[in-house]
């Protein structure tokens, strides 16, 4: 028990990493498994996204981790073969209804990858390019400065808005692919392991980011790092994959709770195997 | 694990990796200085041939509208005149309309193969595209003379009637005495540039990775903004090379142009009439030429060869600009 503990410590004292336990539920999850063709990556899983939380999802490699996440904002609908079982609602409203487009889903709830991928554009161009797509054409400006302010990144980048966005550091390109997702204002930010590529300065630079998004965005992010988990979210799924009778993977939600909860008093074994360290 | 590698072995390996080394390094080395050496033996060889008309004629040729090179009822001007104004004109114009209509279709296909397109249909696209790229241009140009041309006729006697009484734009679309002129041999020019651009393209798309794809897919992108925001601006340079491969094609087409195009030496406004370029002026004027005459043939070889280098040199810096901008002083 002593790892427990000593990850537990890990976990700011202020109270915002707390959960609002008034948080209204933005997205459901219920009962959702992912296919990829015949092969059902994740099965039955059931959980809220609360409103301005963070939510984080960690488990082993190939557990399904990003794949429950890409279904949220209808990417898998871009991998052939891709379908899920299953409701995800928003707002109540179920994302895969029929007369639902995928397209404003995605303008509605954004994402930002595991390796910072800007636009071969300059770094305004960057954040503009998805308010142009939306159709926002005053004050563009402003927009952008707001949207990198936000990012933590304009004050390395004002003087030089007209250079490529691919001539920044990994961690200012993971910054500027964060401006470019809020510039929208989504109500939900998707984000798949956003600090794997970066060192621990730049980590910590993003981790505070996102405490900071949170207050206006709904945040959840996938990640590898206990630490960062316990760190910055405010809820914790935790996933596995399991081998059913017929021998095949299936990744399934073992746990979830209160990040507090998860990372010093699991409800389940293999929760609190994984997170001291005995498993993956 | 113990035991340290024998040095003697290890120092002899190190050898003769070198030697392999070496003799790529030669290779690469004999291979790169034959292509200079084999282009600077045609540039030297042109300007020599070239030296008696540019004694005789002079830079009049780059400035003169004019061509006659010889006064068979003796009645013109007293000596020979050899402008290539007319003939560099020619070249350029036909070249531009071939651009004009190669490009949109050449990317556009190349776009839709690439981003669109089930992998049936794309099989099936690509196959039809290359077999249309082993075609003869010869056979491109007879099509054009005896199908396409008597054919357009009345589409530009149509264009002219609309479109003719615009002010400035207006005189573009002149009478159209027949269907060999510029407009034609252009649109055909395209026909066979065609494939080699929307080959060399459709390779430049596939290879823009899909995490860029996916950066404009979760903005919300539809698949034209996801096209604009990732695709072409990753694609640009490629894109500008496989236009330029296709121009330098239709610049260096010679019997398609001269069977389309007739042979009238003239500089006009009017697409729809007909003009000479230079590649068919030096085959068609070859054989009855000599002395400075053919001296003169050789200087319209180094024209041509002067502009394509340009053009060439051109496209590197608007691409290498645009690289910078997009991609950082790295790329
Ligand atoms: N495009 C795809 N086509 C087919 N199968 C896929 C595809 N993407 C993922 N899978 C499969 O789905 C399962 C879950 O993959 P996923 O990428 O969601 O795991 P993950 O938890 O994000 O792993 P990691 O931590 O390594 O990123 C894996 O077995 C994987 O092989
Ligand atoms: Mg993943």
Redesign the interface.
Known sequence: MTSVTSISTLIPGNASAMPTSSARTVMQLTDVSVFYGAYEAVRGTTMPIREHQITAMIGPSGCGKSTVLRSL?R?ND?INGARIQGTITFHDQDLYAPNVDP??????I??V?Q?P??????IYENVA??LR??GIKDNLDGRVEKALRDAALWDEVKGKL???G??LSGGQQQRL?IA??IA?QPEVILMDEPCSALDPIATGKIEDLMHELSRTFTIVIVTHNMQQAARVSHYTAFFTAEVDDKQVRHGRLVEFNDTGRIFTNPNDKRTEDYITGRFG | MTQQPNPALAMSSKARSRIADRTFWAICLIAGIAVLAILGLILGSLISQSMPAFREAGLDMFTNTRWVPNDPDADGPAGPIYGLLAFAYGTVVVSIIALIFAVPVSLGIALFLTELAPRRVRGTVVTFIDLLASVPSVVFGLWGVLVVAPALVPVYQWLHGTLGGIPVLGRLFGEAASGRNFMTAGIILALMIVPIITSISREVFDTVPDSDKQAAWALGATRWEMIKGSVLPHSFGGVVGAIMLGLGRAMGETILVALVMGSAVQITPNLFAGGYALPGAIVNLFGESSGTFTAVLMVMGVVLFVMTVLINLLARVIVRRAEVRMKGATA
């Open positions: 904002n990417m871009l397209i404003q889903v995605r303008r509605r954004g994402m990858f390796k991928n800007p636009f071969p554009k300059s390019y998805g797509i939306n007209n250079t490529s691919l001539a692919c470019r997702a929208v």
